[in-house]
């Protein structure tokens, strides 16, 4: 009796191949163009990138595209800075992700306007919303893009230096490094973190 030839099937979970990409800043116009909203501009030109619109829905501002198979899954907490993690908290939750497949996209003081820095866990770094975060996931073991918005301010004054707006003379650099820290986020998705922080640490 002839034997059948063995038939292989290949199984693939996508929620593998989906990344959720929680772009930090605060809600309303007044914070348009800050320092501190420099995730959500982020979270906005990547939007534009994959052709996809912003849905206002629990705790965010949401949306999804996908590049090379892989989802990525956008979001803009409306919650305000400080209560990031209820955001990020329920959107994992809501996708049954693990926290390797969280990338926060954060302002970051301690690092010069337009430099990015890609790491795979670390302290809050005196950042409330990555504070946040931390506490609502338990870990501090998730992923993020750091993106420096310099220190040129006076004691007491770091709260009306990162809420105020970038000065004309860095539109031309932070745009560019805009588009930079939009390829890192495709990169991290497409080639894995070790991969994005290779080619955009130092970049």
């Avoid at 534009?48 to 198979?69: I, M, N, P, Y």
Wanted: glycine share 8%; with cysteine; proline share 4%.
């Amino acid at each position: 009796m002839k034997q059948k030839p063995v038939q292989y099937r290949l199984f693939f979970n996508m929620s593998e191949r989906t990344f959720l990409i929680a772009c930090l800043g605060n809600p309303g116009p007044e914070y348009t163009h800050t320092r501190h909203n420099i995730g959500f501009e982020v979270a906005d030109l990547l939007a534009e990138q994959l052709d996809c619109k912003w849905e206002d829905k629990r705790f965010a501002w949401h949306t999804a595209g996908s590049v090379k198979g892989r989802k990525i899954i956008l979001i803009k907490p409306t919650t305000y800075m400080n209560l990031s993690g209820r955001a990020v908290l329920y959107w994992l939750q809501h996708y049954k992700l693990d926290n390797e497949q969280l990338l926060v996209v954060t302002d970051d003081i301690n690092l010069a306007s337009g430099q990015i820095r890609i790491k795979a866990k670390g302290s809050d770094g005196g950042h409330n919303g990555l504070r946040n975060i931390q506490e609502m996931l338990g870990t501090r073991d998730f992923p993020r893009l750091r993106f420096g918005v310099g220190n040129d301010f006076a004691p007491g004054q770091q709260v009306h230096y990162v809420l105020g707006k970038w000065p004309p003379e860095e539109a031309a650099l932070i745009k560019e490094r805009l588009a930079i820290a939009a390829d890192a986020v495709r990169s991290f998705a497409l080639e894995g973190l070790e991969r994005a922080m290779n080619q955009f640490n130092g970049a």
